[in-house]
């Protein structure tokens, strides 16, 4: 089989601002040429995301490894899945705080575990175990991060942040505390088609901003953040964690697809399944085994990047909240 190669990428989704776009597309872009040059030499789909999403973990513009957003406490705590789906194996890791690229670690969780899933310092432990270097938290760790945590704290104590939501009266108070459409959602993650027909699918996060200690959202969770099959679709998600996990919503876009619904389809009908069912904001990207995609967000922003043989797009779209 020689399928044409494709390669999908999100950068977050959120309100960003003006002055963020460029680095923005300057980080995508990036990640798709790590990638995709993978891709054309005819590297495994697994190989292009998770070098895709190393890019962008080395990238302090997003979300992921290092420049990501601190806990209350002021450390960065890093999740990341990486998901194959011609054989369903997967790795993850969740809450490390000394990996500079929890891609590669869950990376050697789906190579050389027959566990899927480790956390904190069994999760480090591990990592080393397989070659991987540990690195102080400090190094994670960029100014402008301090200066954003510290801001937030003091207007959440002096009550100028508002974490009140005017979703569905059913959420929870979890829920309810959190402000979906200003706080930055910058999750990294990518989906790809190799040249033998196979699929795959990674999500790497810092998280959310002054998130508590411990707290793990959708990205690094089978189903939820993300997901890979080659009888019916990759997916990776970006955006509001708590209604992501609630809906399974990475498994429920796939299954859509494998019903017979179009990428294309099947992203915009998870988006308004989240946003319906719980009020949640988020982006989604999908690809299938014949290389075609869906790419949906509700936020302000989504930063997305797509490479195939016919050439490479980089954007960073608009959309109205709905």
């Known amino acids: 089989m020689n399928t044409p190669p494709v390669l ?8 960003m601002p003006d002055d963020a776009v460029e680095a923005h597309k300057a980080g995508i872009a990036a990640a798709l040429a790590a990638g995709y040059a993978l891709l054309e030499r005819g590297a495994s789909a697994l190989d292009a995301v998770e070098a895709a999403v190393t890019v962008m973990e080395d990238d302090e513009a997003f979300d992921a490894g290092r420049g990501s957003f601190l806990t209350r406490d002021g450390r960065v705590q890093l999740d990341a899945l990486l998901m194959n789906g011609a054989n369903l194996r997967t790795g993850g890791v969740a809450c490390v705080e000394r990996l500079k690229n929890p891609i ?24 080393r175990q397989h070659g991987m270097a540990l690195i102080d938290n400090t190094e994670l760790i960029v100014p402008r991060e301090r200066e954003r945590l510290m801001a937030f704290q003091k207007a959440e104590l002096e009550g100028a942040v508002d974490t009140t939501f005017s979703g569905p009266r059913h959420l929870d108070k979890e829920d309810e505390d959190s402000d979906p459409t200003t706080h930055s959602h910058d999750t990294v993650g990518a989906v790809a088609l190799d040249r033998s027909g196979h699929i795959a699918a990674g999500t790497s996060t810092g998280g959310t901003l002054s998130k508590a200690p411990g707290r793990v959202g959708d990205s690094s969770l089978i189903g939820c953040g993300c997901y890979a099959d080659d009888h019916s ?12 996990m ?3 919503l990475g498994k429920w876009a796939v299954d859509r697809v494998a019903a017979g619904a179009p990428p294309e389809v099947a992203a915009e009908a998870a988006i308004d399944y989240l946003y319906g069912r719980l009020g949640g904001h988020g982006g989604i990207i999908l690809i299938d085994r014949q290389g075609r995609i869906g790419l949906a967000h509700n936020t302000p922003r989504m930063a997305w990047g797509l490479q ?13 909240l709905r």
């Open 104 to 127: 590669r670690a869950a990376r050697l969780v789906l190579d050389h575990s027959p566990h899927v899933y480790f956390v904190g310092v069994g999760a480090e432990r591990f990592a």
């Open 308 to 320: 195939t043989a016919n050439g490479t797009q980089v954007g960073v779209t608009r959309n109205g």
């Open 233 to 244: 679709a990759a997916v990776s998600l970006t955006g509001w964690g708590e209604p992501i």
């Open 246 to 248: 609630k809906l399974v």
């Open 8 to 15: 999908l990428i999100h950068g977050g989704a959120w309100a």
